[in-house]
Each structure stands twice: as structure tokens, then as C-alpha cells.
């Protein structure tokens, strides 16, 4: 205690220090504000220029309010605008979107965490060697193995199927998701297994009545980490989904694309804005969350 | 009775972790193994295994300009978007970490582009950077004659406004992962440094930023990953153009496996993007190993 109070008078005792301090402040704020700037910039520029109709975007003033806010490149971009072919916007993407993401999301959780589980508390032989070439995977350029993968799920014909893409994604969230499984269950205390397994549970009693329950943090993390992730993605989605299934990201880009008659580039920001409105609602939504899985899927096993 | 019990617990665990062999062999071992296979092969359309090609398809991809250039923005992407985001994250973060009001409404604005889509993030930028309506005819119509931003519309700084949405989409993820970091150094340095008056940005630079190591580390792999994976930014930014000024690796191998069909010439091209993971890979084994050595070396 007293130490303490010995520091704190040492410094209250140094001069001019509260002035330096205050200019320093505004300094930090000064360079925060700018930052934020920069990064809300470009969701401003896309709120207002979906909400102008063409003349006034043609007056090259991107960062001007619109004097005649109209919704209607929001329902053109959602019902009527072409991509390539069909004309009818975003909504067959936003629905195929959530045909993929929805069964995505929920088996390669299930998935992950049944690794997690076997590799955290029934340690096989050689189940470290597949969990380091599992984690060696998250490092592998997706191009490396696409082409393997293609002609696997050609040969059980699964290529360019609603299955096909909904199994993509299960394999590629694999790594970080087993990751992420492993080391919390890790950090469970023991005996809580030990208990489950003395009163006679097997294998997939415990997982199911003692861990699942255990892991439901963890559960909202991985969720948050494959709604977005599967939501964002457009490689898979135009490889692997099939024509009929092209979700929303690869919609919106063909939409953006398309280079017959004039861009209209309202039209453009609102669908922009809806293929983003899914992960940015979750992001809004999920707040510390949303960083903890970051910060969970980036910490190295 | 007990052995026979042990193994039927395992049978059952290695059901459970059959996924993660599954994909483990088949994808990790299997998979590589065919791409790098391939490579050796004349494949067109369909893999042909029945006429070996030796080092052609690795000559020919490096007399390919369009792999030539991919290579070079890689490495010029790279450097830039990692530095920077490096750089600003970290600005960012000890900016935040000095006690600031609203600092949830900051790091909310600051890391949201790293939740939406990269098509998302190349189409707005696409948009700003228009040389017509974009940033640059507003700057002109407020009064600044000269003013210039529109990099996308030249071969020669294309690739530079495709680094100003790689730093605006990725830097948010460093400063959060520095800023957690930054929150795990001990309180006690900082009353130390301030006992012994030494300037709060000597403390960051000189005394926090080495205890960051690990975040940092953590920081650039995710960044690294994720520059050799460059693919949805560029084709919703600017589909590899004007020309060719902005193609990358990874774009090179899904075209040549798509709409060129040259399976092996995108299989050679990705055998290349491999080298550097297996790289960092075989960096970081050697660390643990030395580590364990000293540790070793310690006990006796």
C-alpha cells in the first residue's frame, strides 16, 4: 500500500506532464477519428449511392446525400436486375445462399466437434499425426487441392450438386473448426470425463449428455466464424455448387459484371449491400463474439 | 476385459475423428499428391496420366507472362498489404489501447469490412475508384482541378488500388489481434516505464512490441494465408486487368483448370504455390525442434 502511494506522488510530483497529456489525447483521437473515417468511408458511399436514382449518380458527386432518396434500385437489385441470362436479382442467390450455408453450418460443426472430442479425451494412435496434417491443410493454398477435389466429387457425383457444395465446405472449415473444438475441450476439467466414464457412459453418451452441453460458448464462436465465412465465400460457390445454386456472392458479382446496356451503378451498391447484409448483421449482432473468433481461430495449436 | 474394453472405446473414436482422417489423407496427402502429379502430365480437360511430360509444363509456366506477372503482384501485394496492415494495426492498437472513450464503436467500425466478402470489398472500391463518377470526379468537381484517384483504370497502378482494399479489409484483423495481445502484457510494466520516465511510445516500440511476438506472429500467418489465396478481391476488383496488370497465382491455376483447360500448366502453377507454405511449415518445425533440443539440453 504504501509503495504505491509512494509512486503515485512521484508522479503526481513531474511538472508539466497533464498539458503533454491532454495534447497527446487529442492526438489519439485525432488519428482514431481519421481511421474510423477511412474504414466507414466506403458502407457510406455504398448507403448513399443505392438510395439515387441514375441522373444523380451521373452528377459525379459520390459523397453527396441523395436530394430524392428512392428505394427503387433496392427492389430492382433485389427482383429485377439480369445476371447474365435470368433477370430476376438477387433472390434466387439470397435463396441458395441460405440452402448452402444453413446444412454447411450445422455438419461441419458437428463434425469439428466430434474431432475436437475424440482427439481431446480418446486419444487413438496416430490421432496427433492426423490433427497436425489436418492443421498443415489450413496452411495449403486452396488451389492445391481444388482440382483432386473436383474430380473426386465427379466420380460419386456430387460435382456441381447442392450436396456436393454443402460437403466443400464441411471439408475446407475442417481444420480451424477442429482447431478451435480441440482446444476448449482441452481446457474442460478431466474429471468431469472420468466421472461420465465410471458411471458407465461409452463414446457417444458423453459426447452428446456431457460435452455438447459443456460447449455451447464454443458452439456460438464456430457458428458466427461458418455463417459468415460460408456466406462470403465465391470460389467454392462457382466451382463446386452447380448453376442452379450459384449463391449470392457470385450473383451479385455477375450482376456487377454484366457489361450490356449502362452500369448502373446504384443498382450495383444496393446489391451490394444486400449480399452484405447477412454477415454484417451477424457481425453487428455478435459484437465481442465476432472478435473472439478471430482471436480463437488464430491461435496457433 | 480391460484391453478389449480400451480398444472398443477406440474403434469408437476413431468413427468420431473418421472426418478428420478422411479429409486429412485424402484431401492433404492424396489430393497434393495428385495436383503435384499432374503437373508432370499433358493433361487437358481431364487428367491423363499415360504420357509423362518431365519439367515442360514447369518451363512453359515460366515463360508464361501471365504467370510471370502473377508472381510479381504476389510478392508486390504481399510485401505492401502485410507491411502496411502490420503497420497500421499495430497503430491502431496501442492508439486503442490507451483507455479511449467508445472504444467498442471504434472497433466496430474499424473491423467490419473483415466480415463481409471480398467480392463485397473489391465491387465498393471498384466504385470508388471509378475514373468517371468515382472519388476522383467528386475531388474535381469540389474545385481540385488536378486532383488524381482512380489507379484501377492503368496497368501501372492497378495493383496499388487493389492494395488499398487489401489494407482496408485486413487491417482491422491485426490491430484486434495486437490489441488482445496488448491487453495480455502485464500492468506492472507500464507503471514501471512510467516510474523510470520513459516516453509511452519507447514503452510500446521498445517493450510491448517484442512482448507481442506471439500476436504478431499469429498476425502474419492469417495475413500470409491469406495474400497467397488472393482470388475473389481481384475478380470482383479487377478481374486480373487492365490486361493482365493484375493477375495473381491463384487466379492463374483456377483459370487454367476452368476456362483454358490446361489441367497440368494450373497444376505446375500450384505446385509453386505450395513452396512457400511447405516453407513456413518447414521453419516452424525447425524452431520446435530447436526448442526441444535446448529444453533437452537443459535437463542434462
Known amino acids: 500500500m504504501t509503495a504505491i502511494a509512494a509512486h503515485e506522488t512521484v508522479l503526481e510530483a513531474s511538472g508539466p506532464r497533464p498539458r503533454q497529456v491532454s495534447a497527446a489525447r487529442i492526438g489519439v483521437y485525432a488519428f482514431l477519428i481519421t481511421a474510423a473515417l477511412f474504414f466507414a468511408l466506403p458502407l457510406y458511399v455504398m448507403l448513399v449511392t443505392s438510395l439515387k436514382g441514375m441522373p444523380e449518380v451521373r452528377l459525379g458527386q459520390i459523397f453527396a446525400f441523395p436530394s430524392a432518396p428512392t428505394f427503387e434500385p433496392w427492389i430492382k437489385a433485389w427482383s429485377t436486375a439480369c445476371t447474365g441470362r435470368t433477370c430476376e436479382g438477387l433472390t434466387p442467390g439470397f435463396l441458395n445462399s441460405v440452402k448452402i450455408t444453413v446444412p454447411s453450418v450445422i455438419i461441419s460443426i458437428i463434425a469439428a466437434a466430434l474431432n475436437g472430442y475424440a482427439l481431446s479425451f480418446w486419444k487413438f494412435r496416430g490421432a496427433n499425426f492426423f490433427f497436425g496434417l489436418l492443421i498443415f491443410g489450413a496452411f495449403v493454398p486452396y488451389q492445391v487441392v481444388i482440382f483432386p477435389l473436383i474430380i473426386f466429387m465427379r466420380e460419386v457425383g456430387l460435382f456441381a450438386t447442392l450436396p456436393g457444395i454443402i460437403i466443400v465446405h464441411t471439408i475446407f472449415g475442417m481444420p480451424i473448426l477442429t482447431l478451435l473444438y480441440r482446444n476448449y475441450f482441452s481446457a474442460l476439467p478431466e474429471e468431469l470425463f472420468k466421472a461420465a466414464r465410471v458411471d458407465g457412459a461409452g463414446f457417444w453418451r458423453i459426447f452428446f449428455y456431457v460435452i455438447m452441453p459443456m460447449s455451447v460458448p464454443i458452439t456460438i464462436v464456430a457458428i458466427i466464424l461458418q455463417v459468415t465465412g460460408i456466406w462470403n465465400d465465391f470460389l467454392f460457390g462457382i466451382v463446386f455448387a452447380g448453376r442452379e445454386n450459384l449463391p449470392m456472392t457470385v450473383q451479385l458479382n455477375n450482376i456487377v459484371q454484366t457489361t450490356t446496356g449502362i452500369r448502373e451503378h446504384n443498382v450495383n451498391m444496393a446489391a451490394t449491400i444486400l449480399a452484405a447484409a447477412v454477415p454484417l448483421a451477424v457481425y453487428f449482432i455478435s459484437g465481442r463474439w465476432f472478435v473472439r473468433g478471430i482471436a480463437a481461430g488464430a491461435v496457433k495449436g | ?300
Open chain 2, 1 to 300: 476385459m480391460t484391453s478389449s474394453r480400451k480398444r472398443f472405446a477406440n474403434l469408437n473414436a476413431v468413427i468420431g475423428a473418421s472426418p478428420m482422417i478422411a479429409v486429412a489423407v485424402g484431401l492433404y496427402i492424396f489430393g497434393i499428391a495428385y495436383s503435384i502429379a499432374l503437373s508432370f502430365t499433358n493433361s487437358r480437360l481431364l487428367p491423363k496420366f499415360d504420357s509423362f511430360a518431365g519439367l515442360a509444363n514447369y518451363e512453359r509456366l515460366w515463360s508464361t507472362p501471365s504467370w510471370l506477372v502473377s508472381v510479381h503482384n504476389i510478392w508486390l501485394f504481399g510485401l505492401l498489404v502485410i507491411g502496411l496492415n502490420m503497420a497500421l494495426g499495430f497503430l491502431m492498437a496501442t492508439f486503442m489501447d490507451r483507455r479511449v472513450r467508445q472504444e467498442d464503436t471504434f472497433r466496430t467500425i474499424i473491423l467490419y469490412p473483415y466480415a463481409m466478402s471480398l467480392i463485397v470489398t473489391g465491387l465498393v472500391w471498384q466504385w470508388m475508384m471509378d475514373p468517371g463518377l468515382g472519388i476522383q470526379e467528386s475531388l474535381r468537381n469540389w474545385g481540385f482541378e488536378g486532383a488524381a484517384f482512380a489507379p484501377l483504370a492503368s496497368p501501372d497502378t492497378a495493383i496499388f488500388g487493389v492494395v488499398i482494399a487489401g489494407v482496408w479489409q485486413g487491417s482491422g484483423v491485426t490491430m484486434a489481434i495486437l490489441l488482445a495481445g496488448l491487453r495480455g502484457v502485464d500492468e506492472d510494466i507500464w507503471k514501471a516505464a512510467r516510474v523510470d520516465g520513459i516516453p509511452i511510445w519507447r514503452t510500446y516500440v521498445f517493450i510491448a512490441l517484442p512482448m507481442l511476438r506471439g500476436a504478431l506472429a499469429t498476425a502474419f500467418v492469417l495475413q500470409a494465408v491469406g495474400v497467397v489465396r488472393i482470388y475473389d478481391l481481384i475478380i470482383a476488383i479487377t478481374g486480373g486487368g487492365p490486361g493482365i496488370a493484375t493477375e495473381m497465382p491463384a487466379k492463374f491455376v483456377i483459370d487454367h483448370i476452368t476456362s483454358r483447360i490446361n489441367v497440368s500448366l494450373g497444376m505446375a502453377g500450384a505446385t509453386m504455390m505450395l513452396i512457400p507454405i511447405l516453407v513456413l511449415v518447414a521453419i516452424n518445425w525447425y524452431v520446435d525442434w530447436r526448442r526441444k533440443r535446448a529444453a533437452l539440453q537443459a535437463i542434462g
